[in-house]
C-alpha cells in the first residue's frame, strides 16, 4: 500500500517514513515528539525533598536537561501545590519562583487545575471553578514574558465518564482560551518516579540506579508500543506527545531519556508543530474509567478493543503496591483507586 501523491504532499513526514521502511531494516529517521511535563512546580511524592530549595535544584536539573538539547516543553502547573501547610508567605514565593525558572528557561506553562482533581468524579461547575482557580499565578508568570495561558492538560488524563459532560467541559475550555493537551505517549513512569524518591530518601543509591535503569528500559519499550500502535491505528507514525512529570527521576536521569529518543529518531518539537499533524483531527468521542492515550481514544472511537501498553516490570509494580499500602503519604499524582492507564 503506498500513499496517494496528495497524502505525501500533506504529510512530509509520512513520505520520509515510507522511503526508510521500503530500504531495509533501518528505523525510520523522521519521527518527532512533544515534551510535556505535569504537576509542576513538583510531584511530592516523586521528589527526594519538596522544601522549596530542593524543589528550586531539582527543577534547575531537570531545565538543564532540556536546555541541553533546546527542547520545548510545556510545563502544566497544579498551582495548589504552591500551598503547603504551615508555611510562611516567603516560602510560597519560593515555589512560585521554582515556577519563574520554567518561564524564564523560555518555556511554556499550561493548566492542570488547581488541586488535581479528576473530570469523572468532580462535578462540572466545580471542576472548572477548579480550573479557574488555578489561573492567576500561572498567568502571571507567562504575561511577565509577553505570554498568555491557552494550554489544559487533564488530570489523570481523564476526560469523562459521559460524553455530555466531556464536550460542555470542552465547550467550556474554547470560551476561555485553552486547547487540551492531548498525550499519546502515556505511560507508569510516576510509578518508577515515586519509587525513585523514595530509595533516594532512605539513601539507597544503588537501588534508585536500578531504577532509573529499568525506567530508561520500560519506555524504549514504551516508545516501541507507541510507534507500532500509530501505524495501526492512524496508517503511519505521528507526531507524539509525551507525558512525564516534574520529579527528581527525570531531573536526573531525563537526559538519559531524552538521548534514548534521538536514539529511536525523534525530534523534539512544540506543542504546536505535534498538533498540526492531522492525526489530532481524528473523531475522538472515548470517555471511560481509564485516563489514556489519545491513540487509544481513537483505537476504541472506531470501534476496537484497546490494544494493552507495556507494564513495567514486576519487581517494580511489586515495589509501589508495598509503598503505596505502607506510606499514604507516598501517594501518587493518581490516587490509589483511579486506574493506571
Ligand atoms: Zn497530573
Given amino acids: ?17 515510507g522511503a526508510a ?18 504537576d509542576l512546580p513538583g510531584a511530592p511524592a516523586s521528589l527526594v525533598s519538596n522544601h522549596p530549595d530542593a524543589l528550586a535544584a531539582t527543577t534547575a536539573k531537570l531545565l538543564d536537561a532540556l536546555a541541553a538539547r533546546a527542547i520545548p516543553a510545556v510545563g502544566f502547573v497544579n498551582e495548589g501545590k504552591l500551598e503547603v501547610e504551615g508555611e510562611s508567605p516567603d516560602e510560597r514565593a519560593a515555589r512560585v ?6 518561564t ?9 487545575t488547581y488541586s488535581h482533581g479528576s473530570l469523572n468524579r468532580v462535578p462540572l461547575e466545580e471542576f472548572q471553578a477548579d480550573l479557574v482557580r488555578g489561573e492567576p499565578v500561572t498567568r502571571a ?34 470560551a476561555r482560551g485553552y486547547r487540551v493537551a492531548p498525550v499519546t505517549v502515556d505511560n507508569d513512569e510516576w510509578i518508577f518516579a515515586a519509587l525513585y524518591a523514595d530509595a533516594l530518601r532512605r539513601g539507597e543509591a544503588a537501588l534508585g540506579e536500578r531504577i532509573a535503569a529499568d525506567y530508561l528500559a520500560y519506555m524504549d519499550r514504551v516508545f516501541a508500543f507507541v510507534e507500532e500502535l500509530s501505524r495501526q491505528v492512524v496508517g503511519r507514525e505521528i507526531a507524539q506527545i509525551l507525558l512525564i512529570h516534574a520529579n527528581s527521576l527525570n531531573a536526573d536521569h531525563f537526559a538519559a531519556l531524552a538521548g534514548l529518543l534521538e536514539r529511536r529518531g525523534y525530534r523534539f518539537v512544540t506543542l504546536d508543530e505535534a498538533l498540526d499533524d492531522p492525526a489530532y483531527t481524528l473523531a475522538d ?57
Avoid: C
Fill in 141 to 174: 508568570l507567562l504575561a511577565e514574558r509577553g505570554g498568555t495561558l491557552r494550554w489544559f492538560r487533564h488530570p489523570f488524563l481523564q476526560v469523562g465518564l459521559e460524553l455530555d459532560k466531556r464536550r460542555a467541559f470542552e465547550r467550556f475550555l474554547v
Fill in 21 to 38: 521502511s521500503l530500504a531495509g531494516a533501518e528505523p525510520p529517521r523522521a519521527r518527532s515528539i512533544a515534551v510535556t511535563i505535569d
Fill in 285 to 341: 468521542d472515548y470517555v471511560g474509567a481509564w485516563g489514556i492515550s489519545w491513540l487509544h481514544h481513537w483505537e476504541t472511537t472506531a470501534g476496537r478493543p484497546r490494544t494493552p501498553s507495556p507494564d513495567p516490570p514486576d519487581w517494580i509494580l511489586e515495589a509501589h503496591r508495598a509503598l503505596s499500602e505502607g506510606r499514604h503519604e507516598a501517594r501518587s499524582s493518581r490516587p490509589l483507586d483511579a486506574p493506571a492507564r
Fill in 97 to 102: 519562583a521554582v515556577l519563574r525558572l520554567w
Fill in 104 to 112: 524564564a528557561a523560555g518555556l511554556e506553562l499550561g493548566n492542570h
Fill in 1 to 17: 500500500m503506498s500513499p496517494s501523491p496528495r497524502r505525501l504532499l500533506l504529510l512530509p513526514g509520512l513520505a520520509l517514513l
